[in-house]
């Protein structure tokens, strides 16, 4: 039989054995080729001797599934929405509440602040009503602690952030991987930029592109413009296009501008220029609100914290 007669019954042997042909039973459970999902086996070792027969297949079939898995459009950024207004964060200026790892947007912060401002109260947590602490060095304690019991991945996070601000390079890495090990996005970018610039680990282009990929995948907009900007490098414009438009949608102004010299040049639609423009609006301004506008008005003025 050949190779690429092989493939072909690979794909279409449901219930038998794509290397000796077995049929499953009761007492005989296949086995899936976790890789792309075509084949299943009997054995390791039937799957062993069909390897050299099944690897073109299962390459391809990979490609395409992690492909689909990569260009699927997230529902929102990783960063979701505040857990006060329940407005989408916006891509910037977000608060990290030391006490609880909470992401907060700045509008309600602000807005928690002045009010203790006026009624002269001790600051507290605008989520869990808590005595904030009053340095920075019980805010660092407090996280360290958090992150040493992997509650939650934000603050093993926050605290490979604290390694990275000391020029402890190795140590940001331990405390990224181990937030990437519990399901942290922002985790993924950061271990892509220490592979990049070669801090704390070896430059490796390879993992950086994986962890840009999971992140992106997360929903990271700064990763997934990174990953337009890297196919773009490499000539393949159709997948650059594609990365552009996923960040636009999620509010990533930089990705605009390059769609918009692509469009210039021919490389993307009108259709899908405008219908971009219009979603990257749409989700600019989900983000707004008047609590926020107020904020980024008093931090531009200076009096945005105390």
């Keep these: 039989m050949s190779a690429e007669k092989s493939e072909v019954d690979t794909s279409s ?64 950024t990783h960063l979701g929405d505040c857990p006060i207004c329940f407005l989408p964060l916006p891509l910037e200026q977000n608060r990290v509440m030391v006490c609880c790892s909470n992401l907060i947007c700045t509008g309600c912060w602000y807005t928690n602040q002045k009010r203790e401002v006026e009624q002269r109260l001790d600051p507290k947590c605008p989520f869990f009503r808590q005595l904030i602490p009053k340095s920075t060095e019980k805010g660092d304690r407090n996280q360290r602690k958090r992150a040493e019991a992997n509650d939650p991945e934000v603050a093993v996070r926050q605290v490979g952030g604290q390694c990275l601000l000391k020029g402890d390079y190795e140590g940001a890495c331990k405390f990224w991987s181990k937030a990437v090990e519990l399901g942290d996005v922002e985790a993924h970018y950061h271990l892509a930029l220490m592979h990049h610039n070669g801090q704390g680990v070896e430059k490796d282009k390879r993992k950086e592109i994986y962890h840009l990929e999971q992140a992106a995948i997360g929903g990271h907009y700064n990763a997934r413009y990174n ?80």
């Design 13 to 76: 042997s449901a219930s038998s054995c794509a290397s000796c042909g077995i049929a499953e039973t009761n007492d005989i459970k296949m086995k899936i080729c976790t890789a792309c999902y075509l084949a299943k086996y009997c054995s390791v070792k039937c799957q062993n001797e069909h390897r050299s027969k099944h690897k073109k297949a299962c390459k391809q079939r990979a490609a395409e599934l992690r492909d689909e898995l990569l260009f699927k459009e997230p529902e929102s």
């Design 227 to 306: 990953l337009g900007v890297i196919e773009w490098q490499n000539g393949r414009y159709e997948r650059a296009a594609k990365h552009y438009i996923i960040a636009a949608k999620l509010g990533e102004g930089k990705s605009v501008g390059n769609l918009r010299k692509m469009y210039q040049e021919g490389l993307v639609s009108k259709e899908e220029f405008a219908a971009t423009l219009r979603a990257y609006q749409a989700a600019a301004d989900a983000m707004k609100s008047p609590h926020r506008a107020e904020a980024d008005a008093a931090r531009q003025d200076g009096y945005f914290s105390r």
